[in-house]
């Protein structure tokens, strides 16, 4: 017997011309086994990935999912391609549960992690990624979620000129990486993982095979930066989304190695102009929605069309995330 799922309305869930956002579809089936779910979700795939092209994120509510293996069995369920932390120049230091569910962004309760599409300022990135929550935070802790295609045309309205150089131009992003992990900082990557590199000339040549700059700083320190990289990304339907890092870089590279006003640069290396890229972070608040978790949720996000973050904690959060390769 199949298991009864239905779409239901959250609070502060929004409407757009496409439908709601995010869609949440949610259990109906007291006794649904782990098994009844899997085998829902791979006759429904077809369907599901249609949703999530059009919303960017579905929500799944009172699934029968309790722990990290459940919610790994779930992600199979979906056939997506897994997208390697390993193989990731991510600057987040992350821990495995399994092979593919780790937890996400270990920084501490009080660190902000601001809107962002996950490894854009990187260029390998991941096209979906998937959160489970195993356990809610005491309060706070929500994954905020902002429709960048709806961002990008307030942009378009109210900061033209910002947001025509940003297209023209793309972005460099600079960052300085710590030569061991520091599980302190939002990006405490060390250099060593990052580029999978044992020796200074190990990264260098992967550096230059991925069209980085970079300098070694006397303390080990590694300060590298991209190659240019887009920061509007066209969608297979005509949607043009704000697909970068830019107002995480603005507000939150932050740390003692990281001044965030020199981290991120038009393509040409001209400055942003401050001024918009806050007003771009206002605009983005206005529009965001809050997932707010209960245990056993599943969130699966388009990351070409969905920014995400998290919002300061109290207790103990587990959140754990999911990352599927690009086609
Ligand atoms: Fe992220």
Not at 123 to 148: D, H, M, N, V, W
Not at 224 to 234: D, K, M, S
Request: charged fraction near 25%; aromatic fraction near 10%; charge should be negative.
């Amino acid at each position: 017997m199949s298991i009864d799922v239905q779409p239901i309305s959250v609070p502060g869930q929004q409407s757009y011309d496409d439908g709601p956002f995010p869609v949440v579809l949610a259990c109906q089936s007291d006794d649904a086994t782990l098994e009844e779910a899997i085998d829902w979700v791979a006759e429904n795939k077809a369907d599901l990935e249609k949703q999530l092209a059009q919303s960017g994120t579905i929500l799944f509510r009172d699934f029968p999912l309790a722990a990290d293996q459940d919610f790994d069995a779930f992600i199979k369920a979906f056939d997506f391609e897994n997208f390697r932390y390993e193989d990731s120049l991510s600057n987040a230091v992350r821990v495995n549960r399994t092979e593919r569910v780790f937890t996400a962004n270990e920084a501490p309760p009080e660190v902000t992690i601001y809107l962002h599409h996950e490894m854009a300022q990187t260029p390998i990135y991941p096209s979906k990624l998937l959160f489970f929550c195993e356990q809610a935070a005491e309060t706070g802790g929500a994954t905020p979620l902002c429709r960048s295609d709806i961002l990008f045309q307030k942009m378009q309205e109210e900061i033209p000129e910002f947001a025509k150089a940003c297209e023209e131009k793309g972005l460099l992003y600079t960052n300085i990486m710590p030569a061991e992990n520091d599980p302190n900082s939002g990006m405490g990557r060390s250099w060593q993982s990052t580029f999978r590199a044992d020796s200074k000339e190990a990264a260098e040549s992967r550096m230059l095979e991925l069209g980085y700059t970079w300098e070694w700083l006397e303390d080990g320190c590694l300060k590298a930066t991209t190659p240019v990289l887009p920061a509007v990304r066209v969608l297979s339907d005509g949607r043009k989304t704000f697909y970068n890092q830019l107002i995480a870089a603005f507000k939150g590279w932050k740390d003692s190695r990281n001044d965030p006003s020199k981290a991120i640069t038009l393509g040409d290396g001209t400055p942003l102009d401050k001024d918009a890229v806050l007003k771009a972070a206002d605009l983005a608040e206005e529009i965001t929605f809050d997932v707010p978790w209960q245990n056993g949720d599943v969130a699966l996000v388009d990351n070409y069309l969905v920014m995400h973050g998290r919002r300061t904690f109290s207790g103990t959060r587990k959140v754990l995330a999911s990352l599927v390769a690009a086609e």
